[in-house]
């Protein structure tokens, strides 16, 4: 059975960093595109990273480019997001997806199947 589950949000001041983990079980995560997304109180849920199943073509939104870097470990399968000099407008739930390996980069929340629990990111002093 296929699971994803979503660790390492919580609290931190404005500057600070978090790196989130999402390990998946049930399936290789490297045959899939990966995601991460998230979901502001009262807003649509956004994309904020991904990265092809081959691991060489990434994609970031606009609001996050050289701040945060999605990766992932295949030998431990997990994807992570290492989210440095945090802003309080990062204050979100966030979530991993996985897409078709087809899918190469997308930051549509409709192009990926399946998702993991979301985590709470605080960015507050």
């Known amino acids: 059975q296929w699971r994803l589950v979503v660790s390492g949000g919580g609290l931190v001041q404005p500057g600070g960093s978090l790196r989130l983990s999402c390990a998946a079980s049930?399936?290789?995560?490297?045959?899939?595109?990966i995601g991460w997304f998230r979901q502001a109180s009262g807003k649509e849920r956004e994309g904020v990273s991904c990265?092809?199943?081959?691991?060489?073509?990434?994609d970031y939104a606009d609001s996050v480019k050289g701040r945060f870097t999605i990766s992932r470990d295949n030998a431990k399968n997990t994807m992570y997001l290492q989210m440095n000099s945090l802003k309080p407008e990062d204050t979100a739930v966030y979530y991993c997806?996985?897409?078709?390996?087809?899918?190469?980069?997308?930051?549509?929340?409709?192009?990926?199947?399946?998702w993991g629990q979301g985590t709470q990111v605080t960015v507050s002093s």
């Open positions: 997806a996985i897409g078709p390996r087809v899918l190469g980069t997308s930051m549509k929340v409709t192009d990926y199947d399946a």
């Open positions: 049930g399936f290789t995560l490297d045959d899939y595109a």
């Open positions: 990265l092809s199943s081959t691991g060489d073509s990434t």
